[in-house]
Nanobody, 123 residues
Framework: QVQLVESGGGLVQPGGSLRLSCAAS????????IAWFRQAPGKEREGVSC????????YYTDSVKGRFTISRDNAKNTVYLQMNSMEPEDTAVYYC????????????????WGQGTQVTVSS
C-alpha cells in the first residue's frame, strides 16, 4: 500500500525553524515528484515547494523563497522541508504529495497525499 507519513510539525516562534519529514512506503520517492502544500483555515490549499523526480530540481512559491529548502534522501526514502525564518503567515496544515510526473503547483494533479501536520508560528 502506498503511504506518505509526515512528521515534524509543531509550534515555533517567528524567526524560528522547523524541519518537516515525509517518509514514503510502497514506492520509491526518487521516481516521483514530491511536493509540499499547505492549507490555513479559511484559505485554499497552496503549493509551497516541489522537488523533481529526475534531476532533483526544486521549486518554491514566492512567499517562501530564500527561507524554505526542499531536499530528498533516497536512502531513507524521505523528503524534507527545512523551514527557516518562519513567519506567522506560514501557519497552516502542511501536506506532502507525490506525483509520477513533473512538478506542478496544482494539488488536483497529485495522487498520493500524507495525513498533514500542523505548523503554528506564533509568539
Amino acid at each position: 500500500q502506498v503511504q506518505l507519513v509526515e512528521s515534524g510539525g509543531g509550534l515555533v516562534q517567528p524567526g524560528g525553524s522547523l524541519r518537516l519529514s515525509c517518509a514514503a512506503s510502497g514506492f520509491s520517492l526518487d521516481s516521483y515528484a514530491i511536493a509540499w502544500f499547505r492549507q490555513a483555515p479559511g484559505k485554499e490549499r497552496e503549493g509551497v515547494s516541489c522537488i523533481s523526480r529526475r534531476d532533483g530540481s526544486s521549486y518554491y512559491t514566492d512567499s517562501v523563497k530564500g527561507r524554505f529548502t526542499i531536499s530528498r534522501d533516497n536512502a531513507k526514502n524521505t523528503v524534507y522541508l527545512q523551514m527557516n525564518s518562519m513567519e506567522p503567515e506560514d501557519t497552516a496544515v502542511y501536506y506532502c504529495a507525490a506525483r509520477g510526473w513533473s512538478c506542478s503547483p496544482w494539488p488536483a494533479l497529485y495522487s498520493n497525499w500524507g495525513q498533514g501536520t500542523q505548523v503554528t508560528v506564533s509568539s
